[in-house]
């Protein structure tokens, strides 16, 4: 206490000084703390907004909602650094919505109240560690478990049911429509993790590993993996698939980037606002 009573009159003229750092600014520190090349054709771009804009504050999201960007201007924040697009589509492309209302209020939202988006989806999974699944095995207690060679594989240090494996992630996201293909009694050790949509290209050669007994998932087409898990189980190979929606397997991953973002963006605030399961069940 005697300390920081100490440096506080040391600390407050710098803070005074203190620039806010423009949008620019704060991509330059990511891309160059995240130690990693950017990829030379990325969706990591601004959407909207200005390279130049003074930062107030910072909003990181798995996905820039209406309502997120609503909170974020409650928040006094006008840098928005969502996972997932804008608009709908991968590269926010506006084809096909040049008269669309709902494209229409979203873009008069972040133009009336000055806001920049800049999207952080390729450089966050590229990272050592990638952010997104830093920040699902941090929530989800699963560090023990994953395979340091493979960030997707891991091992549980017994046997556990099916049935008893989804009741805690269940408990962990209670807002969550989790949705289960294969036997809940199976008993199995070795699982992955592909968050988000990774699709069938990386679901299918992770079900045909031996230590993939479960599949745990963001997304996927419901004829691909989830068919092939369930014809799977009428053959008699034990494989089972979790599904916890694409929100749900990526937010926290962009709560831990909000940490990450303010050890190198000290001088404005950076909050993670959670942009919440979209679907409600009968
Ligand atoms: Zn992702």
Redesign the pocket.
């Known amino acids: 206490m005697k300390r920081f009573l100490f440096t506080l009159p040391l600390l407050l003229p710098l803070c005074a000084v203190a620039e806010s750092p423009t949008v620019q600014d704060v991509i330059d520190r990511i891309r160059a703390e995240a130690d990693h090349p950017v990829r030379e054709t990325t969706v990591d771009t601004i959407k909207m907004g200005s390279p130049d804009a003074e930062v107030t504050g910072i909003v990181t999201t798995f996905m820039p909602t209406l309502a997120v960007l609503k909170k974020a201007v409650e928040l006094n924040c006008n840098l928005i650094i969502p ?1 997932e697009p804008l608009l709908y589509n991968h590269w926010d492309s506006l084809d096909g919505f040049e008269n669309d209302a709902v494209v229409a209020a979203k873009r008069q939202f972040i133009e009336d109240h000055k806001l920049t988006i800049w999207r952080f ?1 390729d450089l ?2 590229d990272m050592h560690p990638d952010g ?1 699944y830093a920040g699902m095995v941090r929530r989800l207690e699963w560090t023990a478990f994953q395979n340091p060679d493979h960030k997707m594989l891991f091992k549980l240090p017994v046997e556990t049911r099916l049935r008893t494996f989804v009741d805690v992630l269940a408990r962990k996201y209670p807002e969550a429509e989790i949705r289960v293909v294969g036997n809940p009694d199976m008993q199995f050790s070795g699982f992955g993790m592909a ?2 949509a990774m699709g069938s290209r990386i679901h299918f050669p992770l079900l045909q590993k031996d230590e993939v007994e479960v599949l745990v998932i963001g997304e996927a087409n419901e004829w691909e993996a989830i068919e092939y898990v369930r014809d799977a189980g009428e053959a008699g190979i034990r494989k089972a698939l979790i599904i916890l929606g694409h929100a749900i397997s ?1 937010e926290d ?1 962009m709560a831990w980037c909000a940490e990450w973002i303010q050890g190198i963006v000290p001088e404005v605030p950076v909050h993670h606002v959670e942009a919440g399961d979209p679907f409600w069940a009968p």
């Open positions: 996972h989806h966050i999974h997104i968050v988000g990526e991953g």
